[in-house]
């Protein structure tokens, strides 16, 4: 992408009512733009990072046979209504709307019902599971405040996953498999060393669920951990008696902020009992389903990863997040024949500075605040010494690289 | 795509309510899922030829140098205000909702204001101009009635790009390249023959706007034609004083029906004016800047192809758009040994219909049904030829392929 050719700027200043590290940074990049509190656009280079992460959860959800859908927006009240989560009562950040040809609508905050509603259609028999179903949908949280830049949303984008089984025992060995996924994951997407899986309440049918917390100063939740974290609580489960049924002491632990990236519950029958999902098991005996379901704040994962990993100067991208690996500043005429010749080359793996009116210095903070991985700076006086300089966005060494060996940073 | 592993099954009947025959067959071939009139979920293969429809419209508008965006569904009513439309009065299609910390929202049922303001904070110079931003979004519609299927949703995919110009003659200039660019896309989604540029009036700074219409027979739209359709009017600007204009004379058109499939304006201060998006001009004069806009109704699109190709039989998938190439239906003991060494190594482009319960006879109405361009049955039968039968779906035209140039298909 050439950056002579993208419409956005990088601004100096961020919205007035952008108090969020990661909202400030990522507007300031040419990454969003905020439309009103927690809702946001994804400008060219932010629409890249969001598809990367889709795509790292993707490939590791494809693997376990999940199958993507996509499901509406808009919710007919009636599978609601049936666990009596349409009353904002129980719910209390619905959007809701309504027909012109008359009825209440609400905008899907999450969508157990629809999805095991919908799955009626097609699950009859223990031969029919068991099903691994998933989106990468819009969700519509109407949050009172929201204050916390893309982290917090009241327009977001979501992975939901939901699994449908015959047993407690096949749901159970799935959700590992989903543990193992997620980890994988959370690492790909460079926040392994920082994300643990939580305990956190369960619900009705199950003790626990669990929630991927990533450790980070301005997060909103509050966790204890031990020594080693292998041992990871969210603030509600932290009692003497959760302690004491993980033979654990409250002295071992320690407190700190987190930002729920993700979370895992088994739900078994929540859902699917008062919505009637139900199969005929080997004997024809009516059944009803078991379920669990999987998320991953898909635009929340990109503001912790901006908020994570910033410094002073900007952005800092992991790898595989990075909407282009490397930053390509040409300075000189020399230089920009090289970069031209680069770029032409391996255009999807760059961003080339190649406006002629920034100043080197310009697009050197540019480079900082954008963040990508590497910045390649080709100019006349690399060029004396047959080389160019590349910088690693994230130590700041610098390294100089022959220009006939250049190519192979791409292969 | 194996079947055996897909959660969707074919289904022998549509709900009852769904009138429209794109509707009902994608419905019983499992490509979409009825939520109410109008708002439908993507099943797996519906979802593939969703992404695969986006995908030709990207491509083609990329070559223009135009850029991916991510706008929000809800609004903010404060640019739609400045411009009339977030009156019910003006606009009489919004979905409305609330912000619970007080405020109206509405669901974007187009872009164009929050696409004008938000460049606001980009655009300032004539030096930032030209500039093309497109998106693929979800648009909210309260329309009174629904009943095309997926050809009228209130909850629908459409790709919406809008262009900013600082002069008449460079809009026009950019209007002619994506007219061009919309008959390639329509030639590659299989629509070309039947699709054609249709005037329609203009609005207030455009004495014409045009449609892409496709002609069909269950169209909402009325066009009138030429004999060699190098002139088409939709029925609103059908009139004496247009033909004249064109020095064309009534008699020799015809009467059809079509379906609006695209569209494209020439907005030039419709918008810009009212929103204040201004340049500065070589002589640091400022500007109101010229805008055109260009839509393609993604979902859309599906339910015309599936309309307009489905033959008594099921659905007919153009091979661009169609999930898979081929629909593979092994039968016997040998017949599946071959068929799973031709999958393994060609699962994308292939719908392997592995089902051990299924008979050959349900299997092959489901090819039917589904609607892939190429069935390739292999049998024990066909083998003792060392062959494999290849069933065009458009034609029914069947050819025996040697096994040993089968892979010659996939290459």
């Known amino acids: 992408m050439k950056m002579s050719r993208i419409f956005t700027k990088t601004l100096r200043d961020a919205p007035k009512d952008e108090t969020a590290k990661?909202?400030?940074?990522?507007?300031?990049?040419?990454?969003?733009?905020?439309?009103?509190?927690?809702?946001?656009?994804?400008?060219?280079?932010?629409?890249?990072?969001?598809?990367?992460?889709?795509?790292?959860?993707?490939?590791?959800?494809?693997?376990?046979?999940?199958?993507?859908?996509?499901?509406?927006?808009?919710?007919?009240?009636?599978?609601?209504e049936k666990t009596g989560r349409f009353d904002d009562q129980e719910v209390d950040i619905w959007f809701k709307t309504a027909l012109s040809s008359g009825g209440e609508l609400g905008l899907a905050p999450t969508h157990e019902e629809p999805m095991v509603n919908m799955l009626k259609s097609y699950i009859s028999s223990y031969k029919d599971l068991p099903v691994y179903v998933y989106q990468f949908q819009t969700k519509f949280r109407n949050e009172l405040r929201a204050k916390s830049g893309i982290m917090r949303g009241r327009e977001f984008l979501m992975k939901d996953l939901y699994s449908f089984h015959t047993s407690e025992e096949d749901l159970d060995k799935f959700y590992a498999q989903v543990e193992q996924?997620?980890?994988?994951?959370?690492?790909?997407?460079?926040?392994?060393?920082?994300?643990?899986?939580?305990?956190?309440?369960?619900?009705?049918?199950?003790?626990?669920?669990?929630?991927?917390?990533?450790?980070?100063?301005?997060?909103?939740?509050?966790?204890?951990?031990?020594?080693?974290?292998?041992?990871?609580?969210?603030?509600?489960v932290f009692t003497d008696e959760v302690l004491d049924e993980f033979k654990a002491v409250r002295e071992d632990f320690r407190e700190t902020n987190a930002a729920e990236v993700g979370n895992i519950f088994k739900l078994k029958f929540k859902y699917t009992e008062p919505l009637g999902l139900k199969f005929a098991d080997e004997n024809n005996e009516s059944k009803t389903i078991y379920m669990g379901c999987y998320g991953i704040g898909v635009s929340r994962v990109m503001g912790v990863i901006a908020e994570k990993y910033a410094d002073d100067k900007g952005l800092v991208w992991p790898e595989e997040v990075a909407p282009f690996k490397y930053h390509l500043v040409a300075i000189g005429e020399s230089?920009?024949?090289?970069?031209?010749?680069?770029?032409?080359?391996?255009?999807?793996?760059?961003?080339?500075?190649?406006?002629?009116?920034?100043?080197?210095?310009?697009?050197?903070?540019?480079?900082?605040?954008?963040?990508?991985?590497?910045?390649?700076?080709?100019?006349?006086?690399?060029?004396?010494?047959?080389?160019?300089?590349?910088?690693?966005?994230?130590?700041?060494?610098?390294?100089?690289?022959?220009?006939?060996?250049?190519?192979?940073?791409?292969l």
């Open 22 to 80: 990661n909202g400030a940074l990522l507007t300031r990049a040419g990454f969003i733009h905020k439309e009103m509190a927690g809702v946001y656009d994804y400008l060219p280079l932010g629409l890249i990072v969001i598809e990367k992460i889709k795509n790292v959860i993707r490939e590791e959800l494809n693997k376990l046979g999940c199958e993507e859908v996509l499901m509406s927006a808009l919710q007919n009240p009636e599978p609601w």
């Open 335 to 410: 230089g920009t024949k090289v970069a031209d010749d680069l770029y032409s080359e391996f255009a999807d793996k760059i961003l080339y500075d190649d406006r002629a009116s920034a100043r080197p210095g310009e697009k050197f903070a540019d480079a900082d605040l954008i963040g990508l991985p590497y910045r390649i700076v080709i100019s006349d006086k690399t060029l004396t010494e047959d080389s160019v300089e590349v910088t690693d966005r994230r130590t700041g060494e610098t390294r100089m690289v022959k220009t006939i060996d250049l190519k192979g940073l791409f």
């Open 181 to 236: 996924a997620y980890a994988c994951i959370f690492k790909r997407l460079g926040l392994g060393d920082s994300t643990f899986e939580t305990f956190a309440s369960g619900g009705i049918f199950s003790k626990y669920s669990h929630e991927y917390q990533t450790f980070l100063p301005v997060g909103e939740d509050t966790v204890y951990y031990n020594p080693d974290k292998s041992l990871v609580f969210n603030k509600e």
